[in-house]
T-cell receptor, first 111, second 116 residues
């Protein structure tokens, strides 16, 4: 089955720096989404990028998608301590039915 | 902003007991899902539900699990006889269309199930 796999597993940066997280997957997708999860809390949808899109922006977030490499990246610019969370990529297959999360990247932004 | 509501936020149960986790999806959403996350591990798909029936389920979703939409607003996950390894955070989600085509899924804040 397809699976999003994020790397790195953990990332620690200073406030103000940029954070880049990567996601790889195995099979064709309809779209790829990034979610954030604060410790012990629910998942918050950040951004959705469709398979025919290459880049999307939302505030300080920039997502890229390279379907030839089956990979995506999430860039958070000018990070803040409040960005500390786990970030997950999730892929939906071509039928839009199955929706699979990767194991996540734990981001720590140090003040 | 509309949200998915899950209750309870934390449930402790004895091994072998039945538990029912409750969710109220967003009212105009048509597709409903349960996911779980064992502490420190990735989020895993359990089941999707559409038009009052299961549309897909994972290997995790065995005969001990069942889902129901008893009254048109609640969406429940029942675990018949809990095991220690069922301890996890359970998330409910809903969406208007499949695969988040119309937008992302909306997740509830989860129910932390602890089986002792």
């Amino acid at each position: 089955s397809q699976q999003g796999e994020e790397d790195p597993q953990a990332l620690s940066i200073q406030e103000g720096e940029n954070a880049t997280m990567n996601c790889s997957y195995k099979t064709s997708i309809n779209n790829l989404q990034w979610y954030r999860q604060n410790s012990g809390r629910g998942l918050v949808h950040l951004i959705l990028i469709r398979s025919n899109e290459r880049e999307k922006h939302s505030g300080r977030l920039r997502v890229t998608l390279d379907t030839s490499k089956k990979s995506s990246s999430l860039l958070i610019t000018a990070s803040r301590a409040a960005d500390t969370a786990s970030y997950f990529c999730a892929t939906a297959d071509n039928y839009g039915q199955n929706f699979v999360f990767g194991p996540g990247t734990r981001l720590s932004v140090l003040p | 902003e509309p949200e998915v509501t899950q209750t309870p936020s934390h449930q402790v149960t004895q091994m072998g007991q039945e538990v029912i986790l409750r969710c109220v999806p967003i009212s105009n959403h048509l597709y409903f899902y349960w996911y779980r996350q064992i502490l420190g591990q990735k989020v895993e798909f359990l089941v999707s539900f559409y038009n009052n029936e299961i549309s897909e389920k994972s290997e995790i979703f065995d005969d001990q699990f069942s889902v129901e939409r008893p009254d048109g607003s609640n969406f429940t996950l029942k675990i018949r006889s809990t095991k220690l390894e069922d301890s996890a955070m359970y998330f409910c989600a809903s969406t208007q269309g499949t695969g988040g085509v119309v937008g992302g899924y909306t997740f509830g804040s989860g129910t932390r199930l602890t089986v002792v």
